[in-house]
């Protein structure tokens, strides 16, 4: 139902790739504007890594910390599971993301970069997009 036996696609293979295309798609589906990726480092932050925060603080002092941060890191990794699963992956490497969620952070700060800068990279060769008129409703002439 996934098409899996249809067709198959390769993203990237090294971590730079990574950096690279998916710095690139993210940036450029906002328009270059970083906003949208602001608001998802926050997330990111408030919704992932917080829970490690309250986690410290419940080992360190209250005891009320430490249950709510079991509880959202239980969830969290369960959710997670749930999802990679649905999408053909392993649902233990939910447990991986500390990992993942620290390089995806990195990946939207490298993404901002290429929207202040408004150069991006791709195949080798360097775009500049700050002069690039983008048509905002490009369907509404129709």
């Known amino acids: 139902y996934l098409?899996?036996?249809l067709?198959?696609?390769?993203?990237h293979a090294t971590l730079p790739q990574m950096f690279r295309g998916w710095g690139?798609?993210?940036s450029g589906t906002g328009r270059r504007s970083p906003?949208?990726?602001i608001a998802a480092m926050v997330f990111l932050v408030v919704s992932g890594f917080s829970a490690y925060v309250a986690l410290a603080?419940?080992?360190?002092?209250s005891r009320e910390w430490l249950w709510a941060s079991l509880a959202h890191l239980?969830?969290?990794?369960?959710?997670?599971a749930d999802l990679y699963a649905d999408s053909g992956n392993r649902r233990r490497d939910a447990l991986l993301f500390p990992v993942g969620g620290a390089i995806l952070f990195a990946i939207f700060a490298f993404a901002l970069?290429?929207?202040?800068t408004g150069k991006i990279e791709w195949r080798g060769t360097t775009?500049?997009?700050?002069?690039?008129?983008?048509?905002?409703?490009p369907s509404a002439r129709w």
């Open 3 to 5: 098409g899996a036996k």
């Open 7 to 11: 067709a198959s696609t390769r993203m």
């Open 24 to 26: 690139r798609i993210y």
């Open 35 to 37: 906003w949208r990726i």
């Open 57 to 61: 603080a419940g080992v360190i002092g």
């Open 74 to 80: 239980g969830v969290m990794t369960f959710v997670l």
């Open 113 to 116: 970069k290429w929207c202040a």
């Open 127 to 137: 775009f500049d997009q700050k002069n690039v008129r983008v048509d905002p409703a």
